[in-house]
């Protein structure tokens, strides 16, 4: 895997003594997914075994299972916290009291420098390997990413065709083209491996102004 790292809460159940009940501890599930985190980068996701996980987290092998039914299930708590982060950061971009084209350019860059990303490459991936025998975790990665992203960039849509800026029938659809057009094939490049690393940042500016001015000329009020 090229790159690794939640934000554990966990339920509040606790024994008597105030000892939490089995797999509900917080500080357990942060010191398994940064152990996890650190071994899926030195060995990447394929050559990790549970039982290295286990060493690097400094955990039983039961422990571990207690919390984590699997590996998969486990990288894929741990992309759940780098997503969060970093799809709230992007939706915070969406300013609407800020010049429509200068708020999507930069919201473009950001989204497709993240998606460019090794960790986030590396996890599309593992999560489109073992989506068709594990479906719920490819559905919840697509949920908690992908519509969540575009369901907000349809919110800031709704608001500049409300006052007249654009005129979009069906912004859910318009975000979700966003979405795509501002990749212009770079984010497929990179998942197949035909670019070994991140894309020169002159290409992302390429892609996300062709895109975006083919998508705001598409939509001018």
């Known amino acids: 895997m090229e790159g690794s790292q939640f934000t554990g809460s966990g ?9 939490p009940a089995a797999g509900t501890d917080p500080a357990k ?15 990447g996701f ?25 590996k998969e299930h486990l990288f894929t708590a741990i992309c759940a916290e780098h997503r969060d982060r970093h799809i709230a950061e992007k939706i915070a971009l969406l300013d609407v009291d800020q010049p429509l084209e200068d708020v999507l350019y930069r919201f473009g860059i ?13 996890a599309h991936r593992i ?25 907000a960039v349809a919110k800031y849509l709704d608001h500049h065709v409300a006052a007249g800026r654009l005129n979009i029938p069906d912004t859910r659809l318009a975000a979700a083209q966003l979405c795509e057009v501002i990749q212009g094939g770079l984010c497929k490049a990179r998942l197949y491996g ?5 894309p020169p940042r002159e290409d992302i500016e390429k892609n996300v102004s062709s895109g975006l001015a083919m998508f705001l000329k598409g939509y001018a009020a």
């Open 11 to 19: 339920p509040k159940d606790e024994r008597r003594g105030g000892r």
């Open 29 to 43: 599930r942060r010191q398994i997914l940064d152990g996890a985190g650190r071994i899926f980068s030195e060995l």
């Open 46 to 70: 394929d050559a990790t075994s549970m039982s290295d996980v286990a060493r690097a987290a400094q955990v039983s092998k039961a422990t571990l299972y207690v919390y984590f039914q699997d």
């Open 110 to 122: 950001e989204m497709l420098e993240t998606m460019a990303a090794p960790f986030v490459i590396a």
């Open 127 to 151: 999560v489109i390997s073992v989506a068709e025998r594990m479906p719920e975790i490819g559905s919840e990665f697509y949920e908690a990413g992908p519509v969540r992203v575009i369901n």
């Open 194 to 198: 035909v670019i070994a690393g991140a």
